[in-house]
């Protein structure tokens, strides 16, 4: 992805200093900057703190090259030391089960490597999607500031050997926000430790947000409810913002950010976020008056998604099933080289509803593994004005008409939204306040979907 970032006027560099004196070394910025030669002064921005939970690119290479299983979280266990060892036996570099930038390196190239040659397996590939560092993550956070001054704190854990956490800080004004002479400028901290050293200062994190503003908490990698920097981030956060198609188990993953909205955690999945095209096309389709009956009568649904990870599938499905009253009674799970998943519906009339959800195997994956394919509603009552076709792409509507019916379905394409990057869809985020309750009445659903699977 790439992120147009505004030019910058620097303040501050990034600087290393004491933790215990952050604070101190960002009021002497501004003190001691007061107008430039043109006569601009600089004020520091007060709308609200964005905290950044980004773990280096380690643990998410080791899973990708398979040596691996476990949560991409920054969190350095057990399975993370074994998987080190293992990368540095194999690569012929001293064994220490502590990561290294030379071992990072190594990760990096034999992934390059590996592609160029087609050497990755289906289940390496799908990894590599899995979670994606954001290398352009700075100016994601540059972008964010422009149009949203705030301070950022960027919690970087790192793999390795711990030495405690190192500090810095910076200042930047982007100089699209000039007015009447004033540059508006973003703060910076940054924090770089292994996760057990930072969770050892979580309380100074805390103390760095500004007060009496909101702290809307990014946590880039899986929730990990046990990690105590992770509570306390929930915690004392007005936001959590999460990312589901990042999710290397999705469905036990989605059951923990389930609980999590049932102890009315505000939280905010930008996997959520990009649904928004496909349920606006879903609701027009049927607004028609000619045609707001017949939604009564669906009772077959198909749901194609990116073979790799069903997030995406299971809340857009939960979205239709909230807004229709239908209660999920059956799942059944079929995997193969197509991962179907097939759910039974019953509705307030009693009526059963059946809907297919299908991972498809793809050669080309997206940007974002697991996005939608295609959508497809209709009805055995073969009167009924109420077979839909949606589809992201030629292949899917190619599937969905080749599907079959004797129903004239009404097809459109769903088109790729601008609006759909990171960094868009997190300067939306950020303009918003309180629990989507969409979201979390879509989520109880999959959540009673989940249930059925687990007794299956």
Same mark, same amino acid.
């Given at each position: ?258 609980? %999590? ?53 299971? %809340? ?81 509507? %190619? ?43 879509? %989520? ?13």
């Amino acid at each position: 992805m790439t992120t147009q970032t505004p030019p910058l006027v620097s303040l501050q560099d990034p600087k290393d200093v004491s933790i215990d004196v952050i604070e101190t070394e960002l009021a002497s910025i501004w003190q001691s900057y007061g107008t430039d030669g043109d006569g601009i002064a600089a004020t520091r921005a007060t709308t609200f703190t964005f905290v950044v939970y980004e773990p280096e690119p380690t643990q998410h290479l080791l899973a990708t090259l398979g040596f691996y299983t476990g949560p991409v979280d920054g969190i350095a266990g057990p399975r993370t030391i074994a998987a080190v060892k293992s990368a540095q036996k194999a690569y012929e570099i001293e064994v220490t089960g502590k990561s290294s930038q030379a071992l990072l390196d190594r990760l990096k190239k034999e992934l390059e490597k590996a592609k160029a040659e087609g050497r990755l397996t289906d289940v390496q590939q799908r990894a590599s999607q899995q979670y994606t560092p954001d290398l352009e993550g700075t100016g994601i956070a540059d972008t964010i500031a422009s149009a949203n001054p705030c301070r950022i704190i960027t919690l970087c854990p790192t793999v390795g050997e711990d030495n405690g956490v190192k500090a810095q800080v910076s200042a930047y004004c982007p100089v699209n926000k000039r007015s009447q002479n004033t540059l508006v400028c973003c703060e910076y901290i940054t924090l770089h430790g292994t996760a057990e050293a930072l969770d050892r200062i979580g309380g100074i994190i805390s103390d760095l947000t500004i007060s009496g503003l909101s702290t809307f908490v990014w946590w880039k990698a899986e929730p990990a409810p046990e990690y105590s920097l992770f509570k306390r981030l929930v915690s004392q956060g007005d936001t959590l913002i999460i990312d589901s198609s990042i999710f290397s188990d999705p469905e036990g993953d989605l059951f923990r950010t389930i609980e %999590m909205l049932a102890d009315d955690v505000s939280l905010a999945d930008l996997n959520w976020a990009r649904l928004g095209a496909w349920q606006e096309l879903t609701a027009a389709a049927f607004d028609p008056p000619e045609r707001r009956d017949a939604v009564q009568e669906i009772d077959r649904g198909t749901i194609d998604y990116e073979k790799g990870n069903p997030a995406q599938a299971l %809340m857009f499905l939960g979205w239709i099933a909230s807004r229709l009253q239908w209660k999920p009674v059956d799942y059944k799970h079929e995997s193969g080289e197509y991962d179907i998943r097939r759910i039974e519906f019953i509705n307030g009339e009693n009526r059963s509803i059946e809907v297919e959800l299908a991972g498809v195997p793809l050669t080309d994956w997206g940007e974002v593994l697991g996005d939608l394919i295609s959508l497809k509603l209709s009805s055995t009552n073969l009167e009924a004005d109420c077979c839909t076709v949606f589809c992201s792409g030629t292949t899917g509507c %190619m599937r969905m008409e080749a599907s079959g019916g004797a129903q004239a379905c009404r097809i459109e394409q769903v088109t790729s939204l601008a609006d759909q990057k990171t960094d868009q869809l997190l300067s939306k985020q950020l303009q918003r306040w309180g629990q989507d309750l969409l979201y979390k009445e879509s %989520m109880e659903v999959v959540d009673q979907i989940l249930k059925l699977a687990s007794q299956s």
